[in-house]
């Protein structure tokens, strides 16, 4: 074999072993496609996973602000709920014979935060419902009597205001963007030992049809919360209130790793309306809707109120409402929605009718002071238990 045979060879050669390579990159490549697409896929990191050695200096912030309350009320012993013969089963009074009426005096405790240097106080209203007098402890030591500012029953949230200035409190954060997974700080009075701090993540966002409120929205927290939490703060780890404190779920009165918070963009709200003129005003559809056992979309009209900003709208019986001003609903989120706007405002509801959709404005009114729950709320389970 000549010289040049030689070289035609040596370069065939090469050109086979460069396109060997080439084939065999290829060939890998396409066996990493699905994983590099599962990673395009996965949802992005809010931010680094990293836990800090110690919650230290966010409780010495946020410590200060969080208050003791002690409640006291006046009640009749005809008003206690068990009579004598019920506390003494078999046994029965002499006809005629009644126990004496007279005023007793009840005592409660719980918990609130302060929201401003000026004295407003963050709290539930069951906290301090029927109360006559309310003494506010701060974590110094220092007691205060509070005032009422207002109360809201179907969020669960009053304000209170105390007579003093420069007073400690803890910055309102948002709810809008808690995620499952965040670490949650409950700060309160359990057990009236005082500021007691717990930590857990938000265990669930969004809950609702629990009973336990008119309107529910809560955080869910494994945050260990106990009698004398309510109204106590559920903060992040930046220490801005998140979320107030309101009921566990339980079979004995303690914890057992499920507590709720009222979210603090409602609890906002609330505050500022009671705030401003010691009431809340809510807007209102005029609607009542089906009971809803299939976890459909959208909201079905059961009957619409005579007179009311739906029927003159042109809303009907079995109308089904998928979205408000754009945003899917349920018949939950549809309450939520319509009680955030302000009395007056225009709305366009997405609606379905006898298969054909089509958009309806509707010009909201103003909620009926003594309009009781819709027919369709179900009762407080009994496992539900608030803490006083």
Do not use: C
């Not at 948002?174 to 007691?196: K, R």
């Not at 939490?229 to 009921?247: D, F, K, Q, Y």
């Amino acid at each position: 074999m000549n010289q040049l045979s030689r070289l035609q060879l040596s370069i065939v050669a090469a050109i086979m072993l460069i396109v060997g390579a080439l084939i065999g990159v290829k060939a890998m490549e396409a066996e990493r496609a699905p994983e590099a697409a599962v990673a395009a896929a996965a949802p992005v990191v809010r931010e680094a996973v990293t836990m800090p050695t110690t919650f230290a200096p966010v409780v010495k912030a946020v410590v200060p602000a969080v208050v003791n309350i002690s409640s006291s009320r006046v009640v009749r012993t005809s008003d206690q709920g068990d009579s004598f013969e019920d506390l003494f089963p078999g046994f029965r009074m002499p006809r005629g014979f009644q126990m004496p009426d007279r005023p007793q005096r009840q005592e409660g405790s719980g918990s609130g935060v302060i929201v401003s240097a000026d004295g407003y106080v963050l709290t539930n209203n069951h906290v301090i419902d029927g109360a006559t007098e309310l003494s506010v402890v701060l974590a110094d030591k220092r007691e205060m009597k509070a005032r009422v500012v207002g109360k809201d029953a179907k969020t669960d949230i009053a304000l209170l205001k105390l007579d003093a200035t420069n007073l400690p409190y803890v910055k309102l954060g948002t709810s809008a963007n808690i995620e499952v997974g965040d670490i949650a700080l409950a700060v309160g009075n359990p057990f009236g030992l005082g500021q007691t701090v717990t930590m857990g993540i938000v265990s669930a966002v969004g809950r609702g049809g629990l009973g336990i409120e008119d309107y529910e929205d809560f955080i869910q927290t494994d945050a260990s919360i106990n009698p004398g939490n309510s109204g106590g703060a559920l903060v992040n780890v930046n220490g801005e209130l998140m979320g107030i404190n309101t009921a566990i779920l339980s079979h004995n009165g303690g914890n057992q790793g499920i507590g709720f918070a009222v979210p603090i963009d409602m609890a906002r709200q609330v505050m500022t309306q009671l705030k401003e003129k010691g009431t809340v005003t809510r807007a209102w559809l005029g609607i009542q809707m089906v009971p809803d056992t299939s976890n459909k979309k959208g909201a079905t009209i059961e009957s619409v109120v005579p007179g009311g900003p739906a029927e003159k709208a042109g809303l009907q019986k079995d109308d089904v409402i998928l979205t408000m001003n754009g945003k899917d609903i349920d018949e939950r989120t549809l309450r939520l929605l319509t009680a955030t706007q302000t009395p007056g405002a225009a709305v366009k509801l997405g609606i379905t009718r006898a298969g054909r959709d089509r958009t309806v404005d509707v010009s909201l009114g103003t909620m009926p002071a003594n309009l009781d729950r819709a027919a369709n709320e179900p009762p407080t389970p009994p496992r539900l238990r608030r803490r006083y």
